[in-house]
């Protein structure tokens, strides 16, 4: 079993700061891409950033400057800072863990994402 928890999530006025953090654990060997995804009344879904095990990142248009996406491998922990936050960004926050287990004695790899439950950020106008 695997669990991803985070945290972080809060509410802040408009131009304020949170940082979300999310922590991968259970059985897996090896954590791949991490990231972020939000759903909320203005947003059906959307991939806010991703980062690859080797830290290389990417962002949807509408964060690039203001968010910015961190890992720490050895806590198989991922982190969101979200700056200059809108009205616009409110949502809930939901991260992911895309973990690579070996199954095999012949080197099989099982890959599968498991989510985290999901932090509300509400940001005021």
């Known amino acids: 079993q695997v669990q991803v928890v985070e945290s972080g999530g809060g509410l802040v006025q408009s131009g304020g700061s949170l940082r979300l953090s999310c922590a991968a654990s259970?059985?897996?060997?090896?954590?791949?891409?991490m990231g972020w995804y939000r759903q909320g009344p203005g947003i059906e879904r959307e991939l806010v950033a991703t980062?690859?095990?080797?830290?290389?990142?990417t962002y949807v248009d509408s964060v690039k400057g203001r968010f910015t996406i961190a890992r720490d491998n050895t806590k198989n922990t991922v982190y969101l800072q979200m700056n200059s936050l809108t009205p616009e960004d409110t949502a809930v926050y939901y991260c992911?863990?895309?973990?690579?287990?070996?199954?095999?004695?012949?080197?099989?790899?099982?890959?599968?994402?498991?989510w985290g439950q999901g932090t509300q950020v509400t940001v005021s106008s």
């Open positions: 980062t690859t095990s080797g830290g290389s990142a």
């Open positions: 992911y863990a895309d973990t690579s287990r070996v199954i095999s004695v012949e080197g099989a790899v099982a890959n599968r994402r498991y």
């Open positions: 259970g059985s897996f060997d090896r954590i791949n891409d």
